[in-house]
């Protein structure tokens, strides 16, 4: 995953992205990556508490 959040509008393949559907995906998908992986973390330090009682 990391991999993909670190993808540039210049790399092949964010070129490839963007050729494929156009401006703004790119960021938009790393966006959304973002926002799971935070939401994830959250999850986990919850199950965490939770797992606690």
């Given amino acids: 995953m ?3 959040l670190n993808l540039q509008p210049n790399d092949d393949a964010g070129k490839l992205l963007n050729n494929l ?3 703004g ?3 938009d998908l790393k966006d959304n990556l973002m926002m799971a992986t935070w939401i994830l973390k959250e ?3 919850l199950d965490k ?3 606690q009682y």
Avoid: F, P, S
């Fill in 21 to 23: 559907t156009g401006e």
């Fill in 2 to 4: 990391d991999e993909i």
């Fill in 43 to 45: 999850l986990e330090e």
């Fill in 25 to 27: 995906l790119l960021i």
């Fill in 49 to 51: 508490k939770l797992g």
